[in-house]
């Protein structure tokens, strides 16, 4: 009686095991947010808590390894079921199946549902011949930083708005070249590829684009030429940018602005806490960024996406809704300055006050255009990138400059057509 | 049986001819050998593994992805497309370029290397103390020690004038605010000099120390006898000491082609091959075909045809400095 009753037990407690085992299901998750992986441990434990069925297995990369990861890992057979990816690498991986579409993961009700919580920029970036393969998780515009000890010595008051040429004075009244101050820089080094992002505000701003409606290159028109060499003008004619602009990094640059030798840079939200945590006493204000024909900036973010390998696909879609939720991407957004990609957080109080409101108001323009989600885009950014180190150094007129990188652009884009 | 003679063991006559048997001489010298051939094959083998494992094998691999349509992006063994990727490098203006670059930059470091290291070595020869030569030679050595990646993060910092020590010392000593022409790295012109003498200073303290290794060698008494022939010291520099030098510079020589064609990391973190290509090399046209364009096929066509010039540039220079 009593052997029977151990045997009862011994049963009932492999069932339950087994019946455990079945229900928990661990999502893979790879991510590379250095910076703010505390809060990101948080909010996956949160997940954890209020979704007892599913456990997060976190595998961080450092950025720089994480498109070849992600690659190796989806060839080898052994992808994470979700991955944070960038714009940059969309197209890639969805031409060789690294990421899945939203499209075939969700019906097309449930699709519609979900799309329409982010701003329609945001949701644009992971998008490639009409799917799109990823959520957007964070976004941003550019904007301009001012360093506000310089401004006040030149007396000069936080423009709301302004022209190309109110621009160049201001820029102008920062500068002085004795003391080695100038009024704006960019990060013209090859080892950060920040031209092309810098370059194409100016580009949209001309009402330029990189690639037109047609899916055609469009960097070596005539308002992509002009717009090259007002941006080279700054430094070759002008003089409000640093000699050595193009060996700054963008480290470099956030270098000279805190030690107060730059007056303006250009960049997103996300700089704002890079700059408070390196200098803690140094005071900026942000404007919007100037206008010539139209508004215009750069936008970009990241995103989550899921593997088409994953075995959890249910699981999977329940924390990627989860994480960008209007809830959690809130918190998050409020843990630093970090532009959230869904339209009921852009619209709370705490993002339309501070430096916050002018970002939010720069990625609402209407030439606000994610870059990046074009095939093989380090290889286009570095084509660029090589034609405005030519065009300043002056080792090329701008129009030659962009005509060759316009051809190296076209022969990547034809292996995709 | 043994004979003596002399005093001498010697084995009987005919000893040498026996096949076979016990006792054969022929027989326990061709066991002798046997043995010793194991020992030696057992102590050859892993530095032959290792070779086969991480020089042949990834050699033949990217022969095999040279003749290949290869692509991470879509995957291994594609279409076979012969000597295409081969015409596509040679004919491409970048890659030429590259090459010219790296060209450049092995004949400018290599004979900085091998002069300079001579140079210094001559003066250490002539320091006295023997404690203070050491304690020079230990600070020389210093560049030496300092990972590439460090002496390029360095050196991007010496070259930026708002950063440089050189200009905060210059603020500081001559109240001048900024050193114009500090800034190598931002002129087409001046960036891939900048990398060569960020490269002489980092690697020009190890061949210093094998040509005073060498140099400490050479007999005394031939420098005594060409003084006393009345040689004055640069006579005896040319005529007694650069000829014995003659061996050692040619091997120094080849090392130094062969590691100055490959150099990636110094020029990778100092300019990525910018301003506007101005010192692309070889090495990081090599990396970007094959890591931002995923063109396995023309990297690796790239990389082979790197090999067979330093093979031939090495082979030259082995012919021209060997010692008879």
């Given at each position: 009686m009593r052997r029977c009753s151990l045997l009862l037990v011994l049963m009932l407690m492999v069932l339950t095991i087994s019946v455990n085992a079945a229900e928990q299901v661990t999502i893979v998750y790879q991510n590379w947010t250095a910076n703010e992986i505390p809060i990101e441990r948080e909010l996956i434990r949160e997940f954890e808590d209020t979704h007892p069925g599913i456990k997060i297995e976190l595998a961080t990369t450092p950025v720089e390894q994480m498109h070849d990861k992600l690659l190796l890992l989806t060839r080898a057979g052994r992808a994470p079921d979700v991955m944070q990816t960038i714009p940059e690498w969309i197209v890639e991986f969805a031409e060789n199946g690294v990421v899945a579409a939203m499209e075939d993961l969700l019906d097309p009700t449930e699709y519609e549902q979900f799309s329409s919580t982010f701003i329609p920029a945001a949701w644009g970036m992971a998008q490639w011949k009409t799917k799109t393969y990823g959520v957007p998780w964070r976004f941003g515009a550019s904007a301009t930083f001012i360093n506000s000890k310089l401004r006040r010595e030149a007396g000069l008051p936080v423009p709301e708005k302004w022209t190309w040429d109110e621009f160049v004075d201001y820029a102008a009244k920062l500068t002085d070249a004795s003391k080695g101050v100038y009024g704006f820089g960019v990060p013209g080094a090859s080892v950060d590829l920040g031209s092309s992002w810098c370059w194409s505000a100016f580009l949209f701003q001309n009402g330029g684009r990189l690639v037109d409606e047609n899916g055609e290159v469009a960097i070596d028109n005539e308002k992509a030429i002009e717009a090259l060499e007002f941006y080279v003008g700054l430094l070759r004619d002008k003089q409000v940018m640093p000699p050595n602009t193009t060996s700054l990094s963008a480290k470099d640059i956030t270098d000279l602005f805190g030690n107060n030798k730059l007056g303006m840079w250009q960049n997103g939200s996300w700089y704002i806490d890079t700059m408070k945590v390196a200098y803690p006493n140094l005071e900026f204000d942000v404007a919007p960024l100037p206008i010539n024909v139209s508004d215009g900036s750069p936008a970009g973010g990241t995103l989550l996406s899921i593997s088409p390998q994953t075995k959890n696909t249910k699981a999977a879609l329940e924390f990627v809704r989860f994480m960008t939720s209007e809830e959690i991407i809130s918190k998050w957004a409020k843990s630093g300055h970090h532009m959230p990609p869904v339209e009921a957080v852009l619209n709370q109080p705490f993002m339309q006050e501070g430096p916050m409101s002018v970002f939010v108001a720069q990625a609402r323009e209407p030439n606000t255009y994610v870059i990046?989600?074009?095939?093989?885009f380090t290889s286009l950014a570095t084509s660029l990138q090589v034609a405005i180190e030519k065009a300043f150094a002056g080792s090329s007129d701008p129009g030659q400059a962009l005509k060759q990188a316009a051809a190296e652009w076209r022969e990547v884009m034809n292996k995709y057509k | 049986m043994h004979y003596d003679v002399g005093g001498r063991h010697v084995l009987p006559p005919g000893t040498l001819f026996q096949n076979g048997g016990e006792g054969g001489v022929l027989e326990s010298r061709g066991r002798l050998r046997d043995k010793r051939a194991t020992v030696y094959a057992a102590f050859v083998a892993p530095a032959l593994l290792y070779t086969l494992i991480f020089s042949v094998y990834p050699m033949v691999n990217a022969l095999r992805f040279s003749l290949f349509d290869e692509s991470l992006m879509r995957g291994v063994g594609s279409e076979f497309v012969g000597i295409s990727h081969f015409v596509a490098v040679l004919s491409d203006d970048i890659a030429r370029m590259s090459a010219w670059n790296m060209v450049v930059f092995i004949v400018v470091s290599t004979v900085a290397h091998l002069g300079l290291g001579v140079g210094i070595s001559l003066v250490l020869m002539s320091v006295p103390n023997k404690k203070f030569r050491d304690l020079i030679q230990a600070c020389i050595l210093i560049p030496w020690a300092v990972p590439p990646v460090v002496v390029g993060f360095l050196w991007r910092i010496i070259y930026q004038p708002q950063f440089s020590p050189i200009s905060v010392l210059a603020s500081t000593l001559l109240g001048v605010s900024e050193i114009s022409g500090l800034d190598l790295l931002s002129r087409p012109n001046s960036a891939l000099m900048g990398v060569i003498i960020a490269n002489i200073w980092s690697v020009t303290p190890f061949y210093m120390l094998m040509i005073l290794a060498r140099l400490q060698n050479i007999p005394l008494e031939i420098l005594n006898a060409a003084a006393i022939d009345g040689a004055n010291g640069f006579q005896q520099f040319a005529y007694v000491t650069l000829p014995e030098l003659k061996g050692t510079l040619g091997t120094l020589a080849i090392f130094d082609i062969i590691g100055t064609s490959v150099y990636f990391d110094l020029i990778w973190v100092m300019t990525k091959g910018g301003p506007g290509l101005s010192s692309e090399v070889l090495a990081t046209y090599i990396y970007k075909q094959a890591f931002q364009k995923f063109e396995f096929g023309r990297a690796s066509a790239a990389g082979l045809l790197l090999f067979v010039i330093i093979m031939v540039v090495s082979s030259i220079v082995a012919v021209i400095t060997r010692e008879d």
């Open positions: 990046g989600n074009l095939p093989e | -």
